[in-house]
């Protein structure tokens, strides 16, 4: 992989047709990734990842992330493995224990446990390894295999996380660890040491584990105009994952005005309680020359990928274009 990757994150909130036109202009304008989300609410990443992928023929495709707590591995599996076929050996699995799973009742017991378990029975059903498995979370008799061919008998692993033991387990097994809401580059100096420790510890080469920060991008000609526009889009992010950065110092109470606001409904009010510099920590916003130096800084911090994450623009359209022709140039001199 390339020591500076730069990846594209959709929403998943479009019509059909819509992923392939924003997914081939991002190809075309020399990113290196297309992502899904998976977040609750909002439409499963596998339909999006197809049409993506029937659309383009060099970027790597995957979800970031899907949740073993709402589906279980063999399901993953088969969704992995439909996209690696789909893609010609592109794909790549994100893995997540996931947020807002509390609306649905779902307790999230033993996160890492169960994404460690999940990998492995992944891992396992792809290679045609029918030994069996029996872990704390989750089974897999002996004899079980797949009934259907696949592309490739391993795909990278991703794993999404802001948790140190998350982390510990992403520098033990996985290819990329993603942070998802951020682009503050303290945290991303502080995960890379983590990392850094966690590859010592389980006998990898320091880097093995790239680095990924992705997080809400509006670019915009009107630098005032894009980060409004930001504010609003982040607040539900930042009610998400603000107290868990531990490089900030946050007011409880700004982050319960912050969550109360979403919960009435008003998402421009919970972005108005966003200052410039926490809009900084948690979004690339305003112009073309303003997000190329945000996402400089977390290569700098020891960033390996920048996933630049909906909406983009004040349109999307014209803001991934806007990425590709002013953001992406900058980056790659």
């Known amino acids: 992989m390339s020591p500076r990757e730069l990846g594209l994150g959709l929403q998943t909130d479009k019509r059909p047709g819509a992923y392939a036109a924003l997914a081939r202009t991002a190809e075309e304008s020399g990113f290196d990734v297309v992502t899904t989300f998976n977040d609750l609410w909002y439409q499963p990443a596998l339909p999006a990842l197809l049409e993506i992928a029937a659309a383009t023929s060099r970027v790597r495709v995957g979800p ?57 029975v992944i891992s396992k059903l792809l290679a045609g390894d029918t030994d069996g498995f029996e872990g704390e979370v989750f089974r897999l008799a002996s004899g079980t295999r797949l009934a259907y061919p696949v592309e490739r008998p391993a795909v990278p692993l991703l794993i999404g996380t802001w948790s140190p033991r998350l982390t510990e387990l992403a520098g033990a097994e996985a290819h990329e660890l993603k942070l998802g809401g951020t682009a503050n580059p303290d945290l991303v100096r502080l995960v890379r040491e983590r990392l850094d420790r966690a590859e010592d510890a389980a006998g990898r080469e320091r880097g093995s584990v790239s680095l990924v920060a992705g997080a809400v991008t509006v670019v915009g000609d009107d630098s005032h105009e894009a980060r409004a526009h930001a504010r609003a889009r982040v607040a539900m992010y930042i009610d998400v994952v603000a107290p868990l950065d531990p490089t900030l110092e946050l007011e409880p109470e700004l982050i319960e005005r912050i969550h109360t606001l979403l919960v009435e409904g008003d998402a421009k ?65």
């Open 64 to 120: 970031a992330c899907l949740n073993p707590y709402t589906v279980h591995p063999v399901e993953i599996a088969g969704q992995i493995a439909a996209l690696d076929t789909a893609s010609h050996g592109r794909a790549f699995l994100g893995l997540a224990a996931g947020a807002w799973l509390g609306d649905l009742g779902v307790e999230q017991r033993r996160p890492a446990a169960t994404v460690r378990e999940a990998w492995i």
């Open 269 to 333: 009010a919970a972005g108005r309680q966003i200052g410039d510099e926490l809009l900084d920590r948690f979004a690339f916003s305003g112009t073309a020359d303003e997000i190329a130096a945000q996402a400089a800084a977390i290569f700098d911090a020891g960033g390996t990928r920048v996933e630049f994450g909906g909406p983009h623009g004040l349109d999307e359209h014209d803001g991934v274009r806007l990425l590709g022709s002013r953001v992406v140039p900058q980056l790659r001199a």
